[in-house]
């Protein structure tokens, strides 16, 4: 029976056919799903805590309204992220427990401080810009809650990436000081931000199944490929420099080539070693441990309620 059931579930998914919760699936599937999902979600939540940082101190009223939108819908993109794990039958809080002992894994980029309103918009072209070149291709992610709620996900990344974007065509627009603090945002966030699409594919443990179920459409390295292709002219019409010393466009390929990427630092960040991590992870202790009266309200409130429509 379950060879017969392997082929069966392998060919729908080269068929295209969404996956949905209660068909059958391996439990190697459902494991490989709650993994990606979860650590997705912990990485929004956690995404929002460098941004977080700017809100009281965003140069005006229209930027700190765009910031503050940007950081809610972080919070909702984890809240649909989760929503979506749940439907593979794991609980919201086995999640946030795995998150808060250290044992779930979220990006390593949200392990870097931002340090000048700069890192606000670096991050928004950057690490938006990144994150929507990995998630647009998961809009056709083989499990069905996942790739529908990638959908409005990715239109809202799309908002946020616009709106790095014009805080670094400003400060690059604007004095000599404020040009500097954008190409130092640019020298810090470059590398880090090409770490977030993961080890190089000789490296990576599950592309070559997750390529196969179809949960991921691109490898590792064809997606951080696109992402320089795309990002190179950007900065450069920005009147920046990469920190990349052999980094030059390729005019046989029509790429872009890059130097070699510090994989001891990204394992030194996914060990828990980064700038920020154990900040991070106190941040979300300490607002889970406060939140609990609110959490206590609701079941209290839904008990409330159930037994008033009982009657
Ligand atoms: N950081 O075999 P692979 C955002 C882990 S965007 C930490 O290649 P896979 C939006 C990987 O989990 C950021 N860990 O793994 C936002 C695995 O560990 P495990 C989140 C990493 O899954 C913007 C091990 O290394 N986006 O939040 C990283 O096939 C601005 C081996 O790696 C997503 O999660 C890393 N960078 O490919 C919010 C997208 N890279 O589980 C706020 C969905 C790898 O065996 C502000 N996820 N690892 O212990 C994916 O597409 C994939 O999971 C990859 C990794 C591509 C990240």
Redesign the pocket.
């Given at each position: 029976e379950e060879p017969g059931r392997l082929a069966r579930f392998q060919e729908r998914i080269d068929a295209e056919e969404r996956i949905e919760p209660n068909d059958w699936m391996p439990a190697a599937y459902r494991r490989t799903l709650i993994?990606?999902i979860s650590?997705?979600a912990h990485?929004?939540i956690v995404?929002?805590l460098?941004?977080g940082n700017w809100i009281t101190r965003a140069p005006s009223l229209r930027r700190k309204a765009a910031l503050l939108a940007k950081v809610q819908d972080?919070g909702g993109?984890g809240l649909y992220l989760y929503a979506a794990a749940e439907t593979l039958g794991v609980t919201r809080e086995e999640l946030v427990d795995q998150l808060l002992s250290g044992a779930a894994?979220?990006?390593?980029?949200?392990n870097y401080p931002t340090l000048t309103w700069a890192d606000i918009g670096a991050?928004?072209w950057l690490?938006?810009g990144?994150?929507i070149m990995?998630?647009i291709p998961?809009c056709r992610t083989s499990y069905g809650p996942y790739a529908r709620a990638m959908i409005r996900i990715c239109k809202e990344?799309s908002f946020?990436q616009r709106q790095g974007y014009e805080i670094m065509l400003t400060l690059c627009r604007g004095t000599p000081e404020q040009k500097a603090m954008a190409q130092d945002a640019l020298n810090r966030w470059w590398w880090p931000a090409l770490?977030?699409?993961?080890?190089p594919d000789s490296e990576?443990?599950?592309?070559a199944q997750?390529m196969r179920w179809k949960i991921?459409r691109f490898t590792?390295d064809e997606?951080r490929q696109k992402f320089v292709d795309a990002t190179v002219p950007q900065g450069l019409y920005l009147g920046l420099t990469f920190p990349d010393p052999d980094l030059r466009f390729d005019p046989e390929t029509g790429h872009w080539r890059f130097g070699a990427i510090d994989w001891e630092e990204?394992r030194r960040?996914?060990a828990g070693h980064g700038p920020c991590n154990r900040e991070r992870l106190e941040a979300r202790r300490r607002a889970h441990a406060e939140g609990a009266w609110v959490r206590e309200a609701a079941l209290a409130n839904a008990a409330k309620r159930r037994q008033r429509t009982a009657y």
């Open positions: 993994r990606q650590q997705h990485s929004e995404g929002m460098p941004e972080e993109h894994k979220y990006s390593s980029i949200f991050i928004g690490v938006d990144a994150a990995n998630q998961l990344e946020h770490m977030m699409f993961g080890p990576s443990q599950h592309t997750s991921k590792n997606l990204f960040v996914l």
